[in-house]
Nanobody, 122 residues
Framework: QVQLVESGGELVQAGGSLRLACATSGLSFSTYTMGWFRQAPGKERAFVSAISRAGGNTNYADSVKGRFTISRDNGKNTLYLQMNSLKPEDTAVYYC???????????????WGQGTQVTVSA
């Protein structure tokens, strides 16, 4: 059974930092492209970032470029999202996702986590 479990979300002040983690099990982690998405209240789920299987290539939404960093540890089967200079508009539920396709674009992911809440106060 495939499981993706996010952690690290919490309430933080604007300008602060958080590191999200996504622990996976039941899949061959190193063979999956991984991504982070977020969904703010009243909005659709949106792409945040993606990382290739070996971690050498990444992609970011324009809104987080330069502030967020995606990474992975294939030895620990874990995905990370380092979020710096957080803004109130970053408030959302953050989801990790896995797909077998090598493309870093697109929203077609096979497995999804349950999400972790990030709240940024002004």
């Amino acid at each position: 059974q495939v499981q993706l479990v996010e952690s690290g979300g919490e309430l933080v002040q604007a300008g602060g930092s958080l590191r999200l983690a996504c622990a996976t099990s039941g899949l061959s982690f190193s063979t999956y492209t991984m991504g982070w998405f977020r969904q703010a209240p009243g909005k659709e789920r949106a792409f945040v970032s993606a990382i290739s299987r070996a971690g050498g290539n990444t992609n970011y939404a324009d809104s987080v470029k330069g502030r967020f960093t995606i990474s992975r540890d294939n030895g620990k089967n874990t995905l990370y999202l380092q979020m710096n200079s957080l803004k109130p508009e970053d408030t959302a539920v953050y989801y990790c996702a896995a797909k077998t396709s090598s493309t870093l674009n697109g929203l077609q992911y096979k497995y999804w986590g349950q999400g972790t809440q990030v709240t940024v106060s002004a």
